[in-house]
């Protein structure tokens, strides 16, 4: 696969980063393309390469500056050192058939006490809550891009039907809670303030670092929501 029907932009990030950036947009087969890339430099680093995190429709790559300036002799930069060595790659097509297609299966618990804001959707949005569950479970959802916490998965297309602004003004959200904002939809790994309207929460635990894969999602994954009972919310919390 090749980059070559992409219209794509590179530009520094700072002096020790370096963005290929396909457009600013969500765009499953842009994502892709990021994703397939991402997987190319992690096999096949830069000079000095650090580390590779991909977006939703680009790839930021951190490297070590000093070890790239050593093996600048033209008297160019970093950044055109790296530049020209980015689109040779770019120029070569990649291999996609070992790359590991994950479906994510997640319990949510929509009642209530765990949807601090399905009342609001429900008015904002004239829908019943049994059409929300109904819309939210029913598509899978794309891993677009990992942030913001650990673990914290940008998943979507959300449904026009149940889309909905977020706060202005980030709240208190428990570990676990599933929101909505705009067309996206995700999950909090953990305590901590959030914007997202939050429509129910699941027991699983999606940041662990005491595992070596501490994330549950990670990008490229297709999660699938399903609604479970308060019961067996409890019951699989304990597990």
Not at 40 to 55: D, N, R, S, Y
Not at 189 to 200: R, Y
């Amino acid at each position: 696969m090749a980059l070559a029907p992409f219209i794509y932009e590179i530009f520094a990030l700072g002096d020790t980063a370096i963005t290929i950036d396909l457009g600013n947009r969500i765009d499953k087969a842009l994502n892709e393309e990021i994703i397939y890339r991402y997987y190319q430099f992690k096999q096949e680093p830069l000079t000095g390469m650090i580390e590779a995190v991909p977006a939703y429709s680009s790839l930021t790559i951190y490297y070590d500056i000093a070890a790239v300036r050593k093996k600048i002799q033209d008297g160019s930069t970093a950044f055109e050192y790296l530049r020209k060595e980015i689109e040779r790659k770019l120029l070569r097509p990649v291999q996609t058939t070992n790359i590991e297609k994950r479906v994510v299966d997640i319990p949510v618990c929509y009642e209530s006490e765990f949807a601090p804001d399905i009342d609001k959707l429900i008015i904002h949005k004239k829908i019943s809550r049994e059409e929300i569950i109904r819309v939210h479970t029913f598509s899978s959802y794309r891993v677009y891009m990992m942030g913001f916490l650990p673990g914290f998965a940008y998943m979507g297309v959300v449904d026009e039907s149940i889309s909905v602004p977020r706060k202005t003004q980030p709240v208190r959200t428990a570990a676990g809670s599933v929101g909505i904002a705009g067309n996206q939809t995700g999950i909090y790994p953990l305590d901590s303030p959030g914007g997202w309207q939050i429509i129910g929460r699941t027991p699983l635990q999606l940041f662990d670092p005491g595992k070596q894969e501490f994330s549950l999602l990670r990008t490229g994954d297709e999660v699938k929501f399903y609604a479970i009972s308060k019961d067996e919310f409890y019951q699989l919390k304990k597990n």
